[in-house]
């Protein structure tokens, strides 16, 4: 019921599509969805975070679509660009409680952006 | 300039050698984490500590230990009971009230354990 579960492992796109990653979860506490892109060799960075009082959240050409009765989240990368070449993390936490603010991470998506 | 170091970035040792890996943070933050990230597994949380002198262990703890002596500093040994010490290991901070769970990560340290 910890397991948050990420999908695809990998995924290609080419310059200018839409990429989307998705992620499922089980655990109905869960109300903080973060998303964090990591680079080869760097730690992640938090790149857009949701809350699930809301269905949808953009920031720039990133977008989490959030669907609470379907226990599932996504993330949707715009007019994708080859310096969007990452891998992406989605997270998942419980903000009550005595978690001390552990998130549950995916497994991880591989983005390749071909020009 | 603000945010978390971990030293060094690629270290080295024995198998049998038990080693301590830093992490340091200067944004004021209570809460530190300490992951282990291997390829296609994503991150697993070794140890998180909340606040000074308490620590609790997370998903994977065996084989590691940690000290949180100072609110900057939150060192992990690996010792030689982690059966496969080769991995990167990322260190965090999230402040604590509104939105203490932002995690920030360090920039990792790769150990190789041969």
């Known amino acids: 019921q910890q397991q948050v579960k990420q999908s695809p492992q990998s995924l290609i796109v080419q310059k200018g599509g839409i990429s989307i990653i998705n992620c499922a979860y089980e655990?109905?506490?869960?109300?903080?969805f973060p998303w964090y892109q990591q680079f080869p060799g760097k730690g992640p960075a938090l790149l857009i975070a949701?809350?699930?009082?809301?269905s949808e959240k953009k920031e720039g050409r990133f977008t989490i679509s959030f669907n609470k009765s379907a226990k599932q989240f996504s993330l949707h990368i715009m007019d994708s660009q080859p310096g969007d070449s990452a891998t992406y993390f989605c997270a998942a936490t419980s903000r009550g409680g005595n978690q001390g603010g552990k998130l549950i991470f995916g497994q991880g998506t591989e983005l390749s952006v071909k020009p | 300039d603000g945010g978390i170091t971990q030293s060094p970035k690629y270290l080295f040792r024995k198998e049998g050698q038990n080693v301590t890996l830093s992490c340091e943070q200067n944004?004021?933050?209570?809460?530190m984490y300490w992951y282990r990230q291997d390829p296609g597994q994503g991150l697993r949380l070794i140890y998180y500590?909340?606040?000074?002198?308490?620590?609790q262990k997370g998903d994977i703890a065996e084989g590691y230990s940690v000290s949180r002596e100072k609110k900057e500093s939150f060192p992990l040994t690996v010792t030689s009971a982690q059966k496969n010490p080769t991995a990167f290991y990322l260190c965090?901070?999230?402040?604590?009230?509104?939105?203490?769970?932002?995690?920030?990560f360090g920039p990792g340290t790769r150990l190789t354990v041969t």
């Open positions: 965090a901070s999230s402040i604590r009230g509104q939105n203490f769970d932002e995690q920030y």
């Open positions: 949701i809350r699930p009082d809301v």
């Open positions: 500590s909340q606040i000074v002198n308490d620590f």
């Open positions: 655990n109905t506490a869960f109300d903080y």
């Open positions: 944004l004021n933050h209570d809460a």
